[in-house]
């Protein structure tokens, strides 16, 4: 049992590491699409029009994938203050709210990503998008939408590995001053 718990949470922490990468990159390029479209703008008169749809989606990207990583290091906003800290039941019917408040939100999206009305698959949120495409960019909006079962997937796994019993981590590991 220690072993799948160790191997849960060196999922979970994996996890966040491609997901600190891939938010990265999402920021790199939001601000880099952004800062050609202003100096386009307003040094040659003639912006491209695939920047703003690119700073967009990259946008959408950083924001569900960094929204993983938040709640890996539980910056998301707790129920309860100070609940982390809570020993005994309180702590436990603490952490059981948190997690069915989550499993509430996370799990009827990650259906419908899938399945639409009526147990649809071809109204499901990732079929209906793999037949659009982005409006100035060469891509399936598929691409864009495919953030959203990901960071429902991350979430739920980091989510398994507080019950494997993650820790909460320290400012020094978290990124906090």
Not at 21 to 41: F, W
Not at 97 to 104: E, N, P
Not at 132 to 145: D, G, R
Request: hydrophobic share 55%.
């Amino acid at each position: 049992m220690k072993r799948t718990a160790n191997m849960m949470i060196g999922l979970s922490n994996g996890l966040d590491r491609v997901a600190t990468v891939v938010a990265g990159a999402a920021i790199v390029v939001l601000v880099g699409a952004v800062m050609l479209q202003v100096v386009a703008r307003y040094i040659f008169q003639q912006p491209p029009s695939w920047t703003e749809e690119l700073a967009r989606y990259a946008m959408i990207w950083a924001g569900l994938i960094g929204a993983s990583m938040s709640f890996k290091r539980r910056f998301d906003p707790a129920l309860f203050n100070g609940a982390n800290n809570t020993r005994g039941l309180i702590g436990v019917a603490a952490e059981a709210m948190k997690s069915i408040v989550v499993l509430t939100y996370l799990l009827p999206i990650l259906f419908y990503v899938f399945y639409g009305p009526g147990m649809n698959p071809a109204r499901g949120f990732l079929l209906r998008h793999s037949r659009t495409m982005a409006e100035a960019l060469p891509f399936s909006t598929l691409w864009v939408a495919v953030a959203v079962p990901l960071m429902i997937v991350f979430v739920l796994l980091h989510l398994v590995a507080r019950w494997c019993g993650d820790a909460v981590p320290s400012a020094d590991e978290s990124g906090a001053n």
